[in-house]
């Protein structure tokens, strides 16, 4: 049984920046791709960013991309999300995923498991 379990979130003003981590129990780690999506009430989940086993390739959605850093390390299990320069905009509750029968990937479906989200608020 895989648990993810994210921390980090909280309230800043824009321009401000935040890192998340999620701390992941899975002894193949090192071997599952790791991802991160946010979602406010009435939208969907939207991908944020993804991120390989071994750290070598990244994706970030378009309103992400030049602000967020997605990061890994494999001897702790962890994933972070290094989020500069926020927006209002940027305010949902952030979620980290895990895909283990997938490489890096921009679709929810390919994951499988799931932590149970921290909040980000971006006041303007």
């Known amino acids: 049984q895989v648990q993810l379990v994210e921390s980090g979130g909280g309230l800043v003003q824009a321009g401000a920046s935040l890192r998340l981590s999620c701390a992941a129990s899975?002894?193949?780690?090192?071997?599952?791709?790791m991802g991160w999506f946010r979602q406010v009430p009435g939208k969907e989940r939207e991908f944020v960013s993804t991120?390989?086993?071994?750290?070598?390739?990244?994706f970030y959605s378009d309103s992400v991309k030049g602000r967020f850093t997605i990061s890994r390390d494999n001897a702790k299990n962890t994933v972070y999300l290094q989020m500069n320069s926020l927006k209002p905009e940027d305010t949902a509750v952030y979620y980290c995923?895990?895909?283990?029968?997938?490489?890096?990937?921009?679709?929810?479906?390919?994951?499988?498991?799931w932590g149970q989200g921290t909040q980000v608020t971006v006041s303007s």
């Open positions: 899975v002894r193949t780690f090192s071997r599952v791709t």
């Open positions: 995923a895990a895909a283990t029968r997938s490489g890096p990937t921009v679709l929810r479906a390919d994951y499988d498991y």
């Open positions: 991120i390989s086993w071994s750290g070598g390739s990244t």
